[in-house]
């Protein structure tokens, strides 16, 4: 039956390209999202400062909660102990252990700033760093630059440098010059440990081994001397680069749930597009089975020929997926999804994977398709192959009904269950659900749109587009793997962009409902502000109150019924502040004023759900793995969902990577206006400037910004490929019937006439397409909408909306119009003269 395969190939070779282009793209999508996948879970990232240990050694990267399965992982950079390294050294095979120290030092360049991270001089030689010019670092206003930074300020031994070090300008004076990696200066060592505020603990510790020493046994060891991660081979970058350890989890989520979405849309496409090949081979397959062909004979002509179309369709899809993946991977990392320090990895598991989805998908599509052509008899088959095809079967409404129950029940958990952002969680998922219990009774649903639509496009119509109704009435089975991508499309598209830009707009509610503030105060060069700034900004005539500003992430230990997901709970620290404060809390009980020492403020629906109100005590794991025991003083309301923690600024910012508050909040008293005194205050120290507070709203509005546009970039993916089954899908359709268009025409149908009832059908499959997927989004976003911003209706622009079903009544109708037209040029004489 392979023969017989391939011959069929030959001379069939245009009703096998919808499938061939619909593998190649969906091989493409696929191995592009096992690329992600894989590049998430290596994580590689090349050792440069530091490449000459063996092994590096570094604090705990996460926290397990007590009576908890799933880790929380620590956000800020952690530090190991001075003594672990004396306990390291004495490990077998350990030759000498160097203690490493990183904190932030941006140069001051003629107003501008250099980003670069000081350390001490003992840690140059993992590098390794090389004098070219000068010596070492000896006194405590002595600093090693290295060439780069050097050329790029135009500096030389015994230049004065001004440098940002906790959030204050100091000079130094350039000692020495190295090469080496650039972005980086060097202290002496009581300096280092001085900038750094880590007295008696380190950044990491660089371990060096003897030569033929056991790596995997001193790492063994050295892991049993207490909590910490240890670093080896191509993780060691980790360690001079704990962000992209960050980015780990949220570039595998990506990738998994883009890539399951992926996999499904590619297997409905694959399968969608052979079903309508198959229906279009029923005369074929009759003729076959009424010369003793048998039903396995039939199964396996069309497994050859499904094989014969995919096989060579993933080997064209590979080169795409390579290129999909790498330019996916470039997008993420330049809009902070992705660390840019990470290597781009893409073995032989993400191709395997891709392309044995590609080939299931065309496989089990093709022999789902043709099932019935090959199982019924002879006869049967020569009767039926004229007629409508009977498209029920009890498999595909246990099916449908299944994923149609499914969708109900993630529709259900999301307006009962979830709050707030992770709502997303279940109304993603239920798209999917939906889209697909919609297509398996798709016959169904298409004649119950047709039968809502046809009577008022009836009433106005022609003779031309009466034709076309009564036409697809009598193909409503056809027509529907028509009507099908479209619905797809529209429904995918809909749902997925409007969830973000709800989304989008529910956060930015949530943080400015409070918002208070009315100008604040940042750093230029990302250092942070000087702890003594905020008294300074209080004494400002016109301002009514100022606090220090300090996001993290932490954890709860105690009460374990705090509502706060295992990835962690959003901390947010101010300064100790009266009912004037410019703090985005909008208390309910107790007070701000008492927000000193170990002490915080927590949510009401916290209080509710634990019991526990003022005066009681809260356990905490701070963002570097500190635990803290601290005491209620305040609580406040909070929208669903977005509740934070609120701690004293002091306290929070002492345990992130920064060690310093990155904004002050400023609130202005009744018809004062003191912006002028402001900025004169913020230019006597350098790098610190005065913005509105939309300078705030941005920031808080970066994150789920950034999170919406990985969403619109891997829809719009989705959304180009559901356009490709459209095409395909249409295209391949409209040339089947060129003996149909034929026998028109020979009986006196003009070319216009034949094209105006194609326009009529085109519209009755555009408009049947979208209500179904607008149907199918509004399933979605209504439950999804009233959980996240308390409204039914989405919020996003309504020409989005617009544009979507724009776009799906356009390539409607080029779909059918374009191939159709070329059709209609051959002489109909000699097209039905032509086999099938």
């Known amino acids: 039956m392979m023969k017989l395969a391939l011959r069929t190939l030959r001379f069939r070779k245009g009703g096998f390209v919808a499938t061939f282009v619909a593998v190649v793209f969906g091989t493409a999508i696929v191995l592009a999202c096992g690329g992600l996948m894989e590049t998430g879970i290596r994580s590689n990232v090349e050792a440069t400062r530091m490449a000459a240990a063996d092994l590096i050694v570094t604090g ?9 399965d799933e880790a929380t992982p620590l956000t800020e950079q952690t530090h190991v102990p001075a003594e672990t390294a004396a306990k390291i050294r004495a490990v077998d095979g350990v030759t000498e252990v160097v203690g490493d120290l990183t904190f932030p030092t941006p140069l001051s360049l003629d107003g501008d700033f250099l980003q670069a991270k000081g350390h001490g001089w003992s840690s140059a030689r993992l590098a390794p760093y090389k004098l070219v010019s000068g010596a070492a670092p000896r006194a405590p206003t002595d600093v090693v630059l290295d060439s780069s930074t050097a050329r790029a300020g135009n500096l030389g031994v015994g230049s004065q440098v001004s440098l940002l070090t906790n959030g204050e300008p100091s ?12 972005g980086h200066t060097f202290f002496s060592a009581p300096e280092a440990t001085r900038l750094a505020g880590a007295e008696g603990s380190f950044t990491a510790l660089a371990v060096l081994v003897a030569p033929g020493t056991d790596l995997g046994a001193v790492k063994d060891s050295v892991k049993d001397l207490g909590d910490l991660t240890v670093h080896t081979g191509s993780d060691r970058g980790l360690a001079e680069h704990p962000d992209a350890a960050q980015f780990r989890e949220a570039l595998i989520a990506v990738a998994g749930s883009f890539g399951g979405i992926a996999t499904m849309t590619m297997m409905f496409v694959v399968a969608s597009t052979l079903a309508l090949s198959a229906q279009h081979r029923e005369r074929e397959f009759a003729l076959l089975r ?52 990470v290597e781009y990895r893409q073995g032989w598991i993400p191709f395997a994977a891709g392309a044995g989805a590609a080939v299931l998908a065309a496989v089990g599509a093709g022999l789902i398709a043709a099932r019935k052509s090959a199982r019924i008899k002879p006869v049967e088959a020569l009767t039926e192959s004229g007629l409508q095809r009977k498209w029920f079967t009890w498999t595909r409404l246990v099916l449908g009904v299944l994923f149609l129950g499914g969708a109900i029940a993630l529709m259900i958990v999301t307006a009962a269950v979830m709050t707030g952002p992770l709502a997303a969680a279940t109304a993603g998922p239920s798209i999917l659900c939906w889209a697909i219990g919609i297509a398996l009774l798709g016959p169904f649903w298409t004649k119950l749109t047709l039968a809502l639509i046809r009577w008022p496009l009836y009433a106005v119509s022609k003779v031309n587009g009466r034709l076309a109704i009564v036409n697809v009435s009598a193909r409503s089975v056809a027509m529907s793997a028509a009507v099908m991508p479209v619905m797809l499309a529209v429904g995918i598209s809909t749902a997925n962009l409007y969830m973000q830009t709800t989304s989008v707009h529910a956060s930015d509610q949530a943080f400015t409902k409070d918002l208070r503030a009315d100008a604040v105060l940042v750093s230029r060069a990302n250092a942070g502000l000087p702890a003594p700034l905020v008294d300074e900004v209080r004494k400002v005539p016109g301002v009514a109150g100022a606090s220090s500003y300090v996001t993290s992430l932490g954890s709860v ?138 300078a705030l709203i941005e920031g808080n509005r970066a ?36 003996r149909e268009f034929a026998l028109q025409r020979l009986t006196g149908s003009t070319r216009g006439q034949v094209l105006r009832m194609l326009t009529t059908e085109s519209t009755l499959v555009a408009t049947s397409g979208i209500l179904l997927g607008s149907a199918v989004a509004a399933a979605t976003l209504i439950p999804f909408s009233a959980k996240v911003s308390g409204s039914a209706v989405p919020h996003g622009p309504w020409y989005v909306y617009l544009v979507i079903i724009g776009a799906a009544s356009a390539l409607t109708y080029l779909s059918t119009l374009v191939p159709a037209t070329g059709v209609l040029r051959t002489n109909p004489a000699e097209t039905t003269s032509r086999p099938d």
């Open 703 to 738: 994150d789920a910004q950034t999170q919406a546009w990985v969403n619109y970039l891997l829809v719009g993916l989705l959304i180009g490929y559901t356009a490709v089954s459209v095409v395909n899908t249409l295209a391949s359709a409209t040339i089947r019937r060129r």
């Open 557 to 694: 230990d105690e009460p374990r019924k705090a509502p706060f997901s295992e990835d962690g709970a959003p901390l947010l620290g101010v300064s100790a502040q009266g009912t004037d404060g410019p703090a985005p809390v909008r208390v309910t009980s107790g007070s701000l004023e008492g927000l000193t020492g170990t002490t915080i403020a927590v949510p009401d629906r916290m209080v509710e759900k634990t019991g526990q109100g003022l005066g009681s005590t809260v356990k905490l794991t701070l963002g570097d793995g500190t635990p803290v025991e601290l005491r209620v003083v305040a609580t406040f309301a909070a929208e669903r969902g977005y509740e934070s923690l609120v701690l004293p600024a002091e306290l929070l910012a002492q345990h992130t990577t920064a060690r310093l508050a990155p904004q002050i909040l400023v609130r202005y008293s009744p018809g004062a206006n003191p912006a002028p005194a402001l900025a004169e205050l913020a230019a006597t120290h350098p790098g610190v400037q005065v913005t509105g507070r939309e």
């Open 290 to 341: 009424s010369i003793g062909t048998t039903p396995g004979q039939v199964r396996r002509m069309i497994l050859g020929e499904s094989l014969l179309v995919s096989i060579p369709a993933v080997l064209a899809g590979l080169v795409p997926g390579l290129l999909l993946g790498r330019f996916l991977f470039e997008q993420l990392a330049e809009h902070g999804v992705a660390s840019p320090y």
């Open 60 to 68: 705990p990267d996460s926290h397990l909660r007590a009576g908890r």
């Open 171 to 182: 000079t130094y004076t350039v000692r020495g010059i190295a090469d080496g990696p650039a």
